[in-house]
């Protein structure tokens, strides 16, 4: 009865490939995150969804594109992979709180991604 | 925009002693300050948060943190360490950009304890 998972836990692929991460809650959450964690641990916000509803997007290269087939799952797809992406990206889901800013973010065990 | 420091990267404590690891972040009008934990090969889940009122924070596994508006600081505390409080812990702030709130995360501090 996981809360937030991903697939695969470990991606080990080769540079200009493309590959996609999965993720799903059964929280019954209205958003979902994506973050990527790089080597010193700096933990940054890639792209934020609602109700299948892309609303946060950083600046972050179009080779990465997000997809939401319904509110509980929220997959990454990366075209092109480059070294520099090598990282351990999160999902993330939360629901409101009643005050906006104030959610708690419920974290998937991540994925480990290594480009060769 | 909002900024987190977690100045010390790592801290090493014996079992049973007390900890306190800092965390300041940049002022703002009204701040949510959350602090994170995340065990080896796992996702964050979430200590404690400050959102409003009391400045003392309670939070899971004995953990409570203290919220200095005047020295905008949110440090944690637990007066007492267990081997398996061994763990990356992240202060994050919670920033209203272009409508939308998203946190924004320290650098992190590993707390080792020993034995």
């Known amino acids: 009865d996981t809360a937030v998972s991903q697939t695969p836990k470990y991606l080990v692929t080769q540079m200009g490939n493309d590959k996609s991460i999965k993720c799903e809650q059964n929280l019954g959450h209205d958003t979902m995150y994506w973050y990527k964690q790089d080597s010193k641990k700096f933990l940054k916000i890639m792209f934020s969804?609602?109700?299948?509803?892309?609303?946060i997007n950083e600046t972050v290269p179009n080779r990465f594109s997000p997809k939401s087939p319904d509110k509980a799952h929220l997959n990454l797809h990366i075209n092109s992979l480059e070294l520099g992406d090598s990282a351990v990206y999160f999902c993330a889901s939360s629901t409101p709180s009643g005050r906006a800013g104030t959610d708690t973010q419920y974290f998937g065990p991540g994925t480990r991604l290594t480009v060769l | 925009a909002q900024s987190v420091t977690q100045l010390d990267s790592q801290v090493p404590v014996f079992e049973e002693a007390p900890v306190e690891l800092r965390c300041n972040y940049s002022?703002?009008?009204?701040?949510?300050l959350f602090w994170y934990v995340q065990y080896p090969n796992q996702g964050l889940q979430l200590l404690l948060k400050?959102?409003?009122?009391?400045?003392l924070v309670k939070g899971i596994n004995g953990f409570e943190a203290e919220f200095n508006k005047s020295q905008t600081s949110f440090h944690l505390r637990k007066p007492s360490v267990h081997i398996s409080d061994t763990a990356e812990y992240f202060c994050?702030?919670?920033?209203?950009?272009?409508?939308?709130?998203?946190?924004?995360f320290g650098t992190g501090t590993r707390l080792k304890v020993l034995a």
């Open positions: 969804y609602n109700n299948k509803e892309l609303i």
């Open positions: 002022s703002s009008v009204s701040v949510y």
């Open positions: 400050y959102l409003s009122g009391s400045t």
């Open positions: 994050a702030v919670s920033e209203l950009t272009s409508g939308t709130y998203k946190y924004i």
